[in-house]
């Protein structure tokens, strides 16, 4: 890595596509520690309820400032946790496609068990907690998207509750 | 005291406005809540009781119960969808 490069942020929040290659590769980079790698990417559904083609875009809100720090909270919860060594977020906003990537979650461990954990501990914790809104553009108007109670059920494996009630609640 | 108010996503539309600043003596989130309701109209509409509605406290998810400060910054939001 170019020296005069900064290192990359744990959390970013970007319109642009991002390159899971390059986010592990710079996650690894020097740490001989490292014997686990664990990566998750959301991707834009084409349909709702099963209908291929229904959804034409879907395009993504959030509260800056909040966002990032929220995020920051659930890598620093992670650490705290999951024996881990590092973690990246990676979340899209604005108008997307569908097919087109919207998050991702790349966490780093010893062994693969902490790693899959703290993926899908981040991933519950960010579709509960973290403020972004969907709105998806059908054939029949713009809709946003409802919180789902499944999330919250996602969330509640790990022992945490995102407010009494949930977040879909 | 003085807060500064921000909407987002649904509740941002319906209002059809993203932030303003509210001189109130509301002592709690539940109380500012109700202030913004007897408004009418659109805020009724929006932040009614029984509707789906998030609250953050200086940029913390928070129960209607916590205390308002001067200068605090208050957000309301739907139920978050991100991932």
């Excluded at chain 1, 790693?115 to 973290?130: G, P, V």
């Amino acid at each position: 890595m170019n020296p005069a490069q900064p290192a990359m942020p744990r959390v970013l929040i970007q319109t642009a596509d991002f390159d899971l290659a390059r986010v592990i590769a710079e996650l690894r980079a020097g740490d001989g520690r490292i014997g686990a790698v664990c990566s998750f990417v959301g991707t834009v559904r084409d349909r709702t309820a099963g209908t291929p083609g229904s959804i034409s875009s879907l395009e993504l809100e959030h509260y800056p400032g909040m966002t990032e720090a929220s995020i920051e909270a659930m890598i620093d919860a992670a650490h705290h946790r999951f024996d881990i060594y590092g973690a990246r977020v990676v979340h899209r906003i604005g108008l997307l496609q569908p097919r087109d990537q919207i998050v991702l979650v790349a966490v780093t461990s010893a062994h693969r068990g902490q790693s899959f954990q703290a993926c899908e501990f981040l991933m519950d914790y960010l579709k509960t907690q973290a403020p972004f809104w969907k709105k998806e553009q059908t054939p029949e108007g713009a809709n946003w998207v409802d919180a789902r109670v499944s999330d919250d059920l996602a969330l509640a494996k790990w022992g945490l509750t995102s407010l009494p009630g949930g977040n879909a609640g | 005291m003085k807060v500064h108010i921000k909407y987002f996503a649904s509740i941002r539309e319906t209002i059809g406005l993203s932030a303003e600043a509210l001189e109130t003596e509301a002592p709690t989130l539940a109380a500012l809540r109700e202030a913004l309701i007897v408004r009418g109209g659109v805020y009724a509409a929006s932040l009614a009781h029984g509707r789906a509605l998030r609250m953050a406290l200086n940029q913390v998810m928070s129960l209607e119960s916590a205390s308002l400060s001067e200068g605090d910054e208050v957000a309301f939001f739907p139920p978050v969808t991100g991932g």
